[in-house]
């Protein structure tokens, strides 16, 4: 097992934030650019729509496994070897998906790819090695900010560089340039960041896995927010899953315009993420302002089966993203704020498994829903989904200001 090194100096600490706020954004854009494309990329090897939503399960299904993997790994070995490792395989993969020669081989691809990008707790660990506790939640605040507009801002990319009317080919450049990225994310890691933990034996009487597990279950607040996170996530990845096949059956829309739609989106998110969220949250408070965010995603969800192809389909996706970069934040400080200095890094690492399990169940989920109800229900689904979570983020706003 391994401890955290000596305090690092300020100068140091705010080098290795901003090099891992990089890597979390560029990371989260080359996946980012596989989004809007892989309805497409199914298609190309006429796959139904539920082989489609299982292809985007597939990741999340690897992640869910990697996050708790490579989080206990890195206390054994330090976070770097293993950053570097899990970035340079996942850079393999979205080579490996580029030449896949059809929708099984694409499978097991993503499945070892989600894998490889379940270091989401690394990252963290990492932050709150080289961060004092008065300051940690602001820091993975800003982490939380890199991974969701590197999500949103990668589909508009992945969406200019598509050529869908040569076939499967026509993917390889976005994919390779996903693959690029993750090369260069690694490379950073390797040449800006130092190792953050020092190896010592374990020590006695350490919480087990499974005892954290029942701990987080059964804590009034982090339960709760650990739940929200499933529903919120379960949600609006079945959207992001199906949205482009929706928007091709309902507008005629190739990748381009559904990358257009996902860029608008992010155009909007990404300053209300960094100079709007917190500041409404000492405003208003966190549990207000989660509260917000997700009444306004489920009037989002709920509306955008109206829309009409035209402006009104980018706005209601805008909103969605927007509520959305609201909501998430302060779900992650209100849950920093209940979880001793210790624990963080166990006790969110959890809170990924849960935002994980949500991307494998939500997009299959929606393609079920897509090909056996209706093309509009993952709408309605999404909406019905967030709703009963508005009350489990008003419970533990309760819950917290109690304890």
């Known amino acids: 097992m391994t401890t955290p090194a000596p305090a690092p100096a300020a100068g140091r600490s705010e080098a290795a934030l901003y090099t891992l706020l990089s890597v979390m954004f560029i990371n989260m854009m080359g996946f980012g650019i596989v989004v809007p494309l892989l309805p497409f990329y199914g298609a190309s090897f006429h796959a139904q729509p539920w082989q489609i939503a299982l292809i985007f399960s597939a990741y999340a299904i690897g992640a869910f496994f990697g996050e708790p993997f490579w989080g206990r790994l890195s206390d054994r070995v330090g976070r770097k070897p293993i950053l570097i490792f899990t970035i340079l395989a996942n850079c393999l993969c979205y080579g490996a998906l ?71 080919i026509g993917f390889q450049i976005p994919l390779l340039a996903a693959s690029a990225l993750a090369a260069c994310s690694a490379l950073g890691i390797a040449l800006a960041v130092k190792e953050s933990r020092e190896r010592r034996p374990p020590e006695p009487g350490a919480a087990s896995r499974w005892a954290m597990v029942g701990f987080a279950a059964r804590h009034p607040v982090i339960g709760r927010l650990m739940l929200l996170t499933f529903l919120i996530g379960f949600a609006f990845t079945g959207i992001e899953s199906i949205f482009g096949l929706w928007a091709q059956h309902r507008f005629a829309w190739g990748p381009r315009d559904v990358g257009l739609c996902f860029g608008i989106a992010g155009l909007v998110s990404a300053p209300t993420q960094f100079f709007l969220t917190g500041a409404l949250s000492r405003r208003f408070g966190e549990t207000t302002m989660l509260a917000a965010g997700m009444v306004g995603t489920v009037i989002a969800l709920a509306l955008q089966p109206l829309s009409d192809g035209g402006w009104t389909t980018y706005a209601l996706m805008a909103l969605t993203a927007l509520t959305s970069s609201v909501a998430f934040p302060n779900a992650g400080a209100l849950m920093s704020r209940n979880i001793d200095a210790d624990h963080q890094g166990q006790v969110m690492g959890l809170n990924n498994a849960a935002g994980a399990f949500a991307r494998v169940a939500g997009p299959f989920t929606a393609g079920l829903v897509f090909a056996g109800i209706s093309i509009d229900g993952p709408f309605v689904l999404g909406a019905l989904i967030v709703a009963p979570a508005i009350a489990l983020a008003l419970s533990a706003g309760r819950a917290a200001a109690r304890a």
């Open 98 to 168: 580029a030449f896949a020669p059809n929708i099984y081989l694409a499978f097991f691809i993503r499945l070892a790819g989600g894998m490889a990008a379940g270091n989401g707790s690394v990252l963290q660990g990492y932050i709150a090695d080289v961060t004092p506790p008065e300051e940690r939640a602001g820091r993975m605040a800003k982490l939380g900010a890199s991974y969701n507009i590197g999500f949103i801002l990668g589909p508009f990319v992945g969406g200019m560089l598509a050529k869908t009317s040569v076939g499967p």
